[in-house]
């Protein structure tokens, strides 16, 4: 089975400007969440897409927003950036079960890396 | 809030030495327990994980034990190896409804020498 990928693996933004970051969620996994790790830290949650739909929200502005897609695959969109929006993105997937249960396993994808100049 | 607090790094071993890296909590309610690691360049990796009090959870020779009456789930190994290092980090989630939000420590990088 495919692991979660994400893409771009790097990318250089400045200031003000918008950023769209992909992610393919493992096979068989119907939710999302995105983290947010800044350098020397560990992930913050930004939120939770399960049926197309946010589905939990951690202390982060509107500007930060996404989106989940038919296949489960989603898109973290991020307005008019900051210099400490730079950091680590992580996506990572689960089966929705799986989170009621308590469980709560998540696999990760290896992150894309945005730097805000 | 929930927290979880680990102990700082960075931690600097030579190969076959003990390993205890330690984590406590603060959370609401009967959290599950989880340590990641991260190795260089990649994405978190779940080591192993509790569901409730008293529960181990084990793997690749680490070890780690819930305890409520301490809040704490440190993290053991008895013969670290070279291919250990990485940066470890502990995380909770609140459980059943937890929406996939975990909650991690600032993460504790390990570093072992042969």
């Known amino acids: 089975e495919t692991g979660v990928t994400q893409s771009p693996t790097h990318l250089i933004k400045t200031r003000g400007q918008q950023v769209t970051l992909r992610c393919s969620s493992q096979?068989?996994?119907?939710?999302v969440s995105w983290y947010q790790q800044a350098l020397g830290q560990g992930p913050q949650f930004i939120f939770q897409y399960y049926r197309e739909e946010e589905n939990g929200r951690g202390n982060f502005p509107p500007r930060f927003s996404g989106l989940q897609f038919p296949n489960y695959s989603s898109e973290l969109n991020v307005n008019a950036l900051e210099l400490d929006d730079s950091a680590l993105y992580l996506c990572a997937s689960a089966v929705a079960g799986m989170l009621t249960s308590g469980a709560n396993v998540l696999t990760f994808g290896a992150g894309s890396r945005l730097t805000v100049l | 809030g929930d927290s979880v607090t680990q102990m700082e790094g960075p931690v600097t071993l030579s190969e076959e030495a003990f390993l205890t890296i330690n984590c406590t909590y603060t959370a609401t309610g009967y959290p599950s327990l989880f340590w990641y690691v991260q190795y260089p360049g990649e994405g978190l990796q779940l080591l192993l994980k509790a569901t409730k009090a008293d529960d181990k959870g084990s793997n690749k020779g680490f070890e780690a034990t819930y305890r409520k009456e301490t809040t704490s789930f440190h993290l053991e190994k008895g013969s670290v190896q070279v291919s250990d290092s990485a940066v470890y980090f502990c995380a909770l989630s609140r459980g059943r409804g937890s929406q996939g939000n975990l909650i991690f420590g600032k993460g504790t990088k390990l570093s072992v020498k042969p």
């Open positions: 096979s068989g996994h119907n939710t």
